[in-house]
């Protein structure tokens, strides 16, 4: 959401409280100006005049009492000072807030027919989402789910904040934000391997016996897995990383190298790779189901968390003689 978009008067605290006038086009300004690095540029992205946008950065240095702009003057950027640096935080969770509270309030008016979005590494969507939602829209057919594959645990945690996610299949530990999760099921690492050649035959393989075999691995599990096996006082070079797991057993199964993986990345019957036990201990992937803690969770949410937990479960049974 852009901040000129709205205009929302901050509630009063009394009535000698400058701040009470603390309007959200104040924080727009100063935003516009610190990201165009002029008053005319920004006032050009707000559809303000030059002299509009210079009469709320005055307001608001007013407001708060500091000076929250350096004006070189000159062809200089226009550069926030440190109040001002201060602030612009503080605009961004106020605006991440606002979008959440949007969302909230179309949620609750879509009711049982409105939409869920989700997000998902695909790694997590190969197997485990498909028959997630099978089950769900069986019970919930009105509900239009919309996914999306962040490629990092950052892009979760700024969509989910934003609210721009209502759920995310992930994986655990959560980064720091206003999230809860329900944990679904353990995820085991696994080398695939081609079906033919140096390997053929072993069930199992360490990390000592790859020598120079180039290694594969996810680009979004690979900084967990990489400290899972630092833990464990090993460290792992990557020769390519990708979220793409067809390329990646695509690669294995032309012979290029090993794939280091989640074995819900691994998709079934290509006889070209197989799979075998890594024998170091590294902990498996923990995968999990979170929300933005503080927003509002629809019954089509709640009942799409509850569908995930279910499947996890058995999917996770089917895992164990693996």
């Not at 602030?87 to 991440?96: D, E, G, K, P, S």
């Not at 590494?121 to 485990?128: D, F, T, V």
């Amino acid at each position: 959401m852009v901040l000129a978009q709205v205009e929302l008067m901050v509630e009063p605290v009394n009535h000698t409280d400058t701040w009470s006038g603390l309007e959200l086009r104040h924080l727009a300004a100063l935003a516009a100006v610190e990201r165009a690095g002029s008053f005319g540029r920004a006032a050009t992205e707000l559809g303000y005049t030059q002299s509009a946008v210079s009469q709320q950065i005055a307001g608001l240095e007013r407001i708060v009492g500091v000076k929250l702009l350096e004006r070189p003057g000159s062809a200089r950027r226009a550069t926030p000072t440190e109040a001002g640096r201060t602030l612009l935080r503080h605009a961004v969770a106020i605006t991440a807030r606002l979008a959440a509270a949007r969302a909230d309030i179309a949620a609750l008016r879509a009711g049982e027919s409105g939409s869920l979005r989700v997000g998902t590494y695909q790694s997590i969507g190969a197997r485990l989402l498909p028959a997630v939602m099978r089950r769900f829209l069986e019970d919930w057919p009105a509900v239009e789910i919309g996914l999306t594959e962040p490629g990092t645990d950052a892009e979760f945690a700024t969509l989910l904040e934003n609210g721009e996610l209502d759920l995310a299949l992930c994986s655990l530990p959560l980064p720091d934000g206003p999230f809860d999760a329900v944990e679904l099921m353990d995820d085991p690492y696994i080398l695939l391997v081609p079906a033919a050649g140096r390997f053929e035959g072993r069930e199992s393989l360490s990390l000592g016996e790859l020598d120079s075999t180039p290694i594969v691995g996810c680009s979004a599990t690979g900084v967990k897995l990489e400290n899972a096996l630092r833990a464990t006082g090993h460290t792992l070079e990557f020769a390519f990383r990708s979220d793409n797991n067809g390329t990646l057993q695509g690669l294995v199964a032309a012979g290029f190298g090993i794939a280091l993986v989640p074995l819900l990345a691994v998709g079934p019957g290509d006889a070209h790779v197989r799979i075998v036990q890594l024998e170091e201990l590294v902990p498996p992937r923990r995968l999990a189901v979170a929300w933005h803690r503080d927003r509002h969770r629809s019954a089509a949410a709640t009942a799409f968390v509850e569908v995930a937990a279910e499947v996890s479960a058995e999917l996770q049974r089917e895992l164990v003689p693996a």
